[in-house]
């Protein structure tokens, strides 16, 4: 449970939120805005505590930011003045990894997302898409365990957003991270993750917990044509739909 004081009163964003994430799992949660998909993520990388209740990593209670997980966040939080490479660059700096195996982890980071030419080009001359990139390949570059994704595609068109799916997808399939990934889009959701918590509108309890037996490898843009698709959609929506529709924001 996490309440926050407003205007001297004290107000619950989630209530009663319990679920269990296995290793390498990629799990989507989906809500209304304002149900506390965010609130939850920060409190399982140890930016917010909890008001009761506790959040375990490994069987261990999170008291702050554990070593082993990395945060994207929706709004790109590249650094304007630094070059793709140098913004790649910084995760690995604050770990102290210098030199040549710096060099060389960032030059594989940039080719696996496909900066290649874009070294040295400020994040005012990319497009959102490509911003992004370098905002998931900085978090990446350090080998997270875990991976905490807030809405990280939000801001992007249908067609970038695609594309981001499809690598995320091949880069976890390479890695499988513990993935928690927060998003309103149901879509992007079965897309991308073996379960689903679906939220309440605020203040957010867990209303379902789905399996998505889609198969893998997925194909971002075949999968949407397919019937499986369709159907786990529309069982989705069945329960999630109503939190929209009640939600009033
Ligand atoms: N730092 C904060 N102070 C006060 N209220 C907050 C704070 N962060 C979030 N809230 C409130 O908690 C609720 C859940 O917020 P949030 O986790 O951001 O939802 P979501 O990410 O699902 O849109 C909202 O009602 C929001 O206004
Ligand atoms: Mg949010």
Not at 12 to 17: K, L, Q, T, W
Not at 81 to 107: C, D, P, S
Not at 114 to 123: C, I
Request: overall charge neutral.
């Amino acid at each position: 449970m996490k309440t926050f004081r407003e205007e001297g009163r004290e107000v619950p964003a989630v209530r009663d939120v319990s679920f269990e994430i296995r290793d390498k799992e990629f799990v989507a949660i989906v809500g209304p805005s304002g149900c506390g998909k965010s609130t939850i993520l920060n409190m399982i990388g140890g930016l917010v505590a909890p008001t009761s209740g506790r959040i375990e990593i490994d069987g261990r209670a999170v008291t702050g930011v554990p070593p082993n997980v990395g945060y994207v966040f929706q709004k790109d939080t590249v650094f304007p003045w630094r070059t793709v490479a140098r913004n790649i660059a910084l995760g690995l700096e604050y770990r102290g990894v210098t030199g040549t195996e710096q060099e060389r982890r960032v030059r594989e980071g940039i080719r696996l997302v496909g900066l290649e030419g874009f070294e040295e080009a400020y994040p005012a001359t990319l497009s959102g898409g490509m911003r992004q990139r370098v905002a998931l390949m900085r978090t990446l570059v350090v080998d997270p365990e875990i991976l905490l994704m807030d809405e990280p595609f939000g801001a992007l068109d249908t067609h970038t957003k695609l594309n981001l799916h499809a690598e995320l997808l091949a880069l976890w399939e390479a890695k499988h991270q513990t993935v928690v990934f927060v998003t309103h889009d149901l879509s992007e959701a079965i897309t991308l993750a073996d379960r689903i918590v679906v939220m309440t509108r605020r203040p957010g309890r867990v209303k379902m917990l789905y399996d998505v037996a889609l198969p893998r490898p997925r194909d971002v843009i075949k999968l949407r044509e397919s019937e499986e698709y369709a159907r786990e959609y529309g069982q989705i929506w069945h329960v999630l739909g109503e939190e929209f529709a009640g939600a009033r924001l």
